[in-house]
């Protein structure tokens, strides 16, 4: 069970303090409707948008003559289209048949089906939710005299176009990767998986920041359950805005105090295709290229999308690599300490000698001399990721003679440790999922720690108590680790190797209960009988 | 609710029964016939765990300490069923004693004790408030790893050729009065009568009569276990050593040495010492949190926990004097003054009354 802290389940917020916050002076008008008379309703709008100067009103006049009125927020629209599908088409149509002879409770519905050429197109009564919709880009047709508004989805912004994912590349399998446009997002997963019941549910969240959020499932697949869970989590979150999707993991995860993350994010659409199709929920959250996956194991974080496209024989070395350098990374420097420090009788004579002989001018205990370095090279991989590029150069020269050979040299460090140091550097990025590198990365601190205190008895004890923390764990009710505990034994064949994709008959169970079938059998493929 | 799959039991008191006599060697007083000695005990003890297990289904769906409520009423039950609280909790700072010395004697001679167990005490603390499903989980998570370490040692130790097979011979040449003294009741109360606890979490498993069964075979495979782990003591150290030795397995692992690179591999025999006792200590604290959690009415274990694992820390550190002191209490008095009577007597006599009880049962319905 996780620790919590006193209270943190049922707090409340203080509603009189959040409510002058979130809403603007012009509250008392967003629940009233139009009043079908254009001058007091475009009064009543051009208040509500008071000094917002990216807000254009365009007023025009049309057969009858009835006045009329365009309101859109400029830079969040297609002023292109604006100009010849609406514009255009009002001005030119005013003279035609279709309004003339028109009733004006008809008018807005002539417009909406005869004269203006948009492919998306609703009607709405209320002030304040014709407000949010041309604050979410679409544009706003009054009419004098009616009380309704024709809302055209003319939204365009600019966006960055398809990139490889920068944190997550791989060697083979496709190179495209999320966008911070939640629709291109949602394109990409739908051009891999065209069935119907691929479910892309959409929903809102933040106050000020009113962010898109499509939830992807394979209806059939993914356990009902799961997904209204999933639903009645993130409608929960009631905050100002969410600007990336980080925000949003950390507001819905089973276990706020673990240092392990319990919901996947990934950029890659092939990635949350594929687990999609296991039962799990992927989340879409606009303006970030991070997707959420929910439930996931350590396993799911411990593989990478790669291992799928490779074929079953390497990649099932890989994983084994993949999971000896997830050890080393936690445990070879505490290792390192504890043994020079508490047992060096377990080291053979020559290589206890030649420790000993590096270490001979070196002043410090072995637990000071390798937080130096671990330090030090935590230090070049976050700066790493902060310089600006001009300025890259001199810092991988500098960390390279830093913490090589003039540290060596100068007698601060054994040239060992930075063998040690450097192989765990590089086992420390061999995780798919930055997220569980990181923790791994932070875990490996305490535990050295306890290796200079308790040797090698605190390490084992200290490797209990995670063991104990994972095994604990759940992510959306799901145990960390399964299917390794508790054992599917049936499962492992996507664990601890990578079956062929042949004989991967099964989806995981602990998500895809309902459905578990995933292929015809026998698909193996055989040795054509010879002819003849 | 929580709910234990089979092999998880299965791991559990495989674990529990290797507990601390992995390093402390099984039998030794038998010399070169321990492994024969452990073969009988086995035998013994799987009729006792079955007797165990007939209990519980006679009981079904009633942990240990509610088995005597039930049978003899709230004057009479609840008494017996506090003497085996006082048991488990005895065990439990036993297991700590045992640890005070060991650890300090093999791993790491110049830190504190107290330092050494209360970090032991603080893992544990932790397990207990994570819970008795975790610790059945990574029961089932570290029994396959400990093996393959178990089949590795064997391995290395057939690769450094220490090993001499006439080391065993003559068998039972002191003939088999030495062999039936070790057997009873030494070794079949250590770990099998032990297993008794498990009454404790036997409701909580998925399917009750497969965990009976489970729980029997469990018996067979650890009697193997340490009747190959015997062998390897006596056919490396020969029978001398091994009666004098306190840690034979250590000194065995000591011995391995191949092409002069492994070494010295006392570290992973403490290992499975540390990992095997801290299952046991676990289990026997989970046994007294649920006889006090059930007898004394607490609605909330969470608060128990700490308490019970402080005193019995405090208890566990002040036990004994020295090893020998400790290890002699062991053998003789607590065999015929405690065990005997709490884990074969008090079974026995309840069997009738049980048995009684569900026929009495089932005509009524």
Redesign the interface.
Known sequence: MPLRFKGSRDWKPDKSKDAAAAAPAQEEADGQALSGDLASDLATFKSCFDRLSDMVFREIRLAGPRKAALIYLDGMCDVGRIDTDILKALLQESTGQALKDAPVDAMLGRIDEQIVHAAQTTKDRLIGSIADHILGGKTALLLDGVKEALLIGTQKWESRSIDESPSEPVIRGPRDGFTENIRTNTSLIRRRLKDKNVKMEAMQTGRISKTQIVLVYVEGIADPKLVDEVKARIKRVDIDAVLESGYLEELIEDSPLTIFPQIMNTERPDRVAGLVLEGKVGILVDNTPFALVVPVTMFDLLEASEDYYQRFIPSTVTRWLRLWLAFSALVFPSLYIAITAFHQEMLPTSLLLSIAASREAVPFPAIVEAFLMELAFEGLREAGVRLPRPVGQAVSIVGALVIGQAAVQAGIVSATLVIVVSFTGIASFIFPAYSLGVAVRLLRFPLMIIAGTMGLYGILLALLALLIHLAGLRSFGVPYLSPVSPLRASELKDVLIRAPWWAMWWRPMETARMNPNRMKRGLRPRKPERKG | MTKI?L??LFCGILFFQQGTTIIFGFSSGAGRDAWICTLLSTAFGACLVYLFTVLMRLQDGLMLTEWFPALFGRYVGVPIAWLYFVLFFYDASRIIADLKFT?NMI??PD?PEW??LA??ML?AV??L???IE??F??A???VPIVTALYALQIILLLSSGTMHADFLLPVAGEGWARIWRNVWPLSVMQSFGETLLFAMFWPLVVNRRKAAKVSVSVVFCSGLFLTVLNLLIITTLGEGVYKRSIYPTISMLRLISVG??????D?LG??FF??TT?FKLSFYMFGCVFAFRQLAFVKNDRRIIVPLAAVSYCVGITMSNDIVEHIQSGFEELQYYVWIPLMIGIPVLLLPFAWKKSKKLKEGT
Do not use: H, K, P, W
């Open positions: 799959s092999y998880q650890i791993m790491l830190t330092a050494v970090m032991f893992v932790y397990m408030f994570n819970g975790v610790l989980r990574i089932g998570i570290l002069d690179f492994i070494e010295n591999l570290a403490l290992m540390i990992v801290f």
